[in-house]
């Protein structure tokens, strides 16, 4: 799978499970509305007080699960940042075109928007007889 079919597929699925590391080192997860930037990079809004903007605050690895519910998955990790000026503004571009109904969010300071750089990831298709896992290039050509 390329990385475009990658930005394809998040957008077309629009949400997933994200799960960093708490204090401890345990795994916490949450659901959440996800797009991609056209570089391939997740990016999804979280209010500034939640778990998982300290855990990310602290540590940046996350993982990340899109789709299942078709019979189809896209695993990802890679490592969240907070980006701010033009990378900002990029992001929450991205993420308003995908779901403008959070506009509101954004102009009160409610929600903090997060990126996730992708390292590694792998798309499945469980719908036939013979499963199909196939990574995901990362590399920009």
Request: with cysteine; aromatic share 8%; charged share 25%.
């Amino acid at each position: 799978m390329e990385r475009q079919e990658l930005v394809e597929y998040v957008r077309a699925q629009r949400a997933g499970v994200v799960s960093t590391l708490g204090p401890g080192g345990e795994p916490q997860a949450a659901y959440l509305t996800l797009a991609a930037t056209d570089a391939g990079d997740l990016v999804f809004d979280a209010k500034p007080d939640s778990r998982k903007v300290a855990n990310l605050r602290r540590d940046g690895r996350v993982a990340v699960v899109v789709g299942g519910s078709d019979g189809t998955t896209l695993q990802c990790q890679g490592i969240a940042d907070f980006p701010d000026g033009d990378a900002l503004d990029h992001c929450t571009a991205t993420y308003l075109a995908a779901f403008p109904e959070f506009a509101g969010s954004f102009g009160d300071g409610g929600v903090v928007v997060v990126r996730v750089a992708l390292d590694w990831a792998r798309f499945g298709d469980f719908r036939g007889a013979q499963p199909s896992l196939r990574e995901v290039r990362l590399e920009l050509s």
